[in-house]
C-alpha cells in the first residue's frame, strides 16, 4: 500500500516519462525525490495546525468523557482504537490516555489499552476456531497476532482488515468496545502507556483485566468467522 508521498512520486514519474534517456539519472536521483520531498513536506506544514486543533478538541472530548458513563466511556475508546489500529484516530485516544497517565489517571489507560490489544486477538482466535475459512497464508498471519496481540501491537490486524474493511473493521470496533467497556465497569488501572501483558505485574486487576479482553476478543473472533466467507 502506497503513502500519499508515493502516490505523487508514481504520478512524476508518469508526468516526466517523456524525458530523454540522457536525463533518466538526474530524475530518479534528484529531480522526483527533490520535488516530492518539497511538495509533501509543504501539505505537512500547511495541514499540521488543523490537524493538530481537531486532534486536541478530540482529546478534550475524551478528557471529559472519562467523568460519564463508563460505557459511553469504552464505547466511544473501543471505536477509536480499532477503526484505525494506530492510525491518527487510534493514536488520538492513545495520547489521550498517556497524558491522564501524567497526572496519575491510570483508569482512562486500562480501556486504552484493552481495546488496542483486542484486534490482533480477534484475529488469531478467529482463525483457531475457523481455520477452513482462511487460506494458508491468511492463517500463518493470523496465528502471529497471538504475539503481537499480547504485546499491544495493534497494527497485526490491518491485513485482515484491508482485505474487507467494510466487514471487518466494524466487528474489531464491537469488539474492542466490549473490552474497554468491561474493563472500565471493572475499575481495572494500568499505570504503564504500552506493553500489553508484559505490564501485567503493575496491573490493579490483572487476571480481570485479561478476561475482559478474551471476553471483547473470543465475541469479535465468533462474529468474524460466523461471517466470512470461505476462502
Known amino acids: 500500500m502506497h503513502s500519499p508521498a508515493g502516490y505523487f512520486a508514481k504520478w512524476m514519474v508518469k508526468m516526466l516519462s517523456g524525458l530523454p534517456r540522457e536525463l533518466e539519472g538526474f530524475k530518479s536521483i534528484f529531480l522526483i525525490p527533490l520535488v516530492t520531498v518539497a511538495v509533501i513536506g509543504i501539505i505537512m506544514t500547511l495541514l ?21 458513563n463508563p460505557i459511553l466511556l469504552g464505547i466511544v475508546i473501543g471505536c477509536m482504537s480499532a477503526f484505525d489500529m494506530g492510525g491518527p484516530v487510534n493514536k488520538a485516544a492513545y495520547v489521550t490516555g498517556t497524558l491522564l497517565l501524567g497526572q496519575g489517571n491510570f483508569y482512562f489507560m486500562a480501556g486504552v489499552s484493552a481495546a488496542c ?16 475459512k482462511f487460506t494458508k497464508d491468511e492463517k500463518a498471519a493470523g496465528l502471529v497476532n497471538y504475539i503481537l496481540g499480547c504485546t499491544h501491537i495493534t497494527e497485526g ?30 475499575k481495572v ?13 503493575l496491573v490493579n486487576k490483572p487476571f480481570t483485566w485479561v478476561a475482559c479482553i478474551l471476553i471483547g476478543s473470543v465475541i469479535g473472533a465468533l462474529i468474524y468467522g460466523i461471517t466470512k466467507k470461505t476462502e
Open 157 to 186: 490486524a490491518i491485513p485482515f482488515a484491508a482485505r474487507s474493511p467494510f466487514t471487518v473493521i466494524p466487528i474489531l470496533m464491537i469488539a474492542s468496545s466490549i473490552s474497554a467497556v468491561l474493563t472500565y465497569i471493572m
Open 48 to 68: 499540521g495546525g488543523p490537524v493538530s486543533l481537531v486532534n486536541k478538541y478530540m482529546m478534550d472530548f475524551l478528557s471529559n468523557l472519562q467523568n460519564s
Open 189 to 201: 488501572q494500568v499505570p504503564a502507556p504500552h506493553g500489553g501483558f508484559l505490564i501485567l505485574a
Open 117 to 132: 490489544i483486542t484486534p490482533p486477538l480477534v484475529i488469531a482466535i478467529a482463525v483457531s476456531i475457523f481455520p477452513k
